[in-house]
């Protein structure tokens, strides 16, 4: 008995052993972010069915476990109560009989209108047929739903699925669904190929089609996929913004994200410009949407990779990761309504040591001289009176480097990645990628969020915003500013952050 008991013991204090080491070293692996959320192992693309509910921002997302390549479709699941941390939990959804799993979203059906339980987690998603596919049909893609009493743990698929079935549209998917209270319904916004259809249902199950927006507005050079309709009050007045993913077709190459803005009365969607805007101009924040149940606060996070590589970056067990969690906003900049991103204030939280100076006109200012060598995450803020152009190099000892700036020629903000390190896997990633600086201040200010594998800048209070992932040989160690034209810093700050992997 006791040499049993003994033996037990042992096997346990193994196994405990076993899951500490594998899960740090999971998560130290070369390349791996410190300060971005990224699966274990296996596949990641799309963040899926964000929804808060009970003091957890839960992250669900496209998932293939047994590959580092995109497969058959899962929904993986992370949990976090600050959108910093996070927790990856069991995968939530997996494939069926109806297909595997693609994006979609979650609500919590508060009213009990699904009839699964009040306050159950409904997940709306795409139910993608491979093997009808591979049978020439076009009818592959149907919406289903599934549910969840206990905290996304369990989940139960709805046995009426599809509930949504194809009208004939090959790219029919990415259903994104909120509660619109004044006509007290639920709204699908769901990309159907090179356009959006509003669907409108009380139910979550039985789903009427409303309108159909966008053939002929914004961009089109692929697929328009995983959209989103969110509410602003901006100067007391409401403004919908209706997010577009868009694969290919960015203007920095590869998959973007574009937003129209305009008004939606429940049925119809009215844009209030012909402009094409675009959320970020980065090469590397894709198929983002926002969180349910956050009520007025909207909170924004992206996949942080690109269609055009995303299959074939150098990491090892895993691949991909998610942008920084973000708040939206929405502002009027010169006659035209824009979204501003910035990063979730939980980040400066992570502060270990922080270095700051102030009313300095430099040519060159050697960051990491003053604040110590990069050995983790970072963030970067300062500001200016007067914008001129300058540039920020991440780099390491041997020469590698990524350049974050602004061109005051060209009104351009741009992250060059030409010298970042490994970028032979894809004959497009060593790019020059620039954003338009939209503000028409003279002042601004900068926000770079520095992580080992990726850097995202936020200018201007968010209007110019830019991602890019890197793969330097060995991690970037200095920061420097450097400006030709004298650029005079009011304050800066320079912040080394905890990683968030425990
Ligand atoms: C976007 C996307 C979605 C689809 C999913 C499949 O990146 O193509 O349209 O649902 O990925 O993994």
Redesign the pocket.
Known sequence: MIAKAKWLLLASFVISFQTLWSQSDAYTDKHRPQLHFSPKKGWM??PNGMVYHNGKYHLFF?HYPDSTV?GP?HWGHAVSADLVHWEELPIALYPDAIGTI???SAVIDKNNTAGFGANAIVAVY?S?NHTMEKDGFDKIETQSIAYSLDEGKTWTKYKGNPVLPNPGIR?F??PKVSWYEPAQKWIMTL?TKDHITFYSSSDLKNWKEESKFGKDLGAHGG?W??PDLIPFEVDGKQVWVLIV?L?PGAPNGG?GTQYFTGSFDGSVFTPDDTDTKWLDYGPDN??GITWSNTGDEKLFIG?MSN?VYANIVPTKNWRSATTVARKLGLTKEVGRYRVVSTPVSALEELKTKEFTTKSKSIKKLDVTAGAGALTGPALLQFNTDELKSFSIELSNTTGEKTVIGYDRTANNYFIDRSQSGKTGFHKDFANIATAPRLSSAKNADITLVIDNASVELFADNGLSVMTAIFFPESDYTNVSIHSADKLKIKELSFKHLKRIWK
Do not use: P
Request: with cysteine.
């Open positions: 693309n799309d496209q995109w479709m693609f994006s979609g795409t993608h790219d998917r990415d990309a697929v996929e995983c993913n694969n998959s894709y198929a996949w269609w």
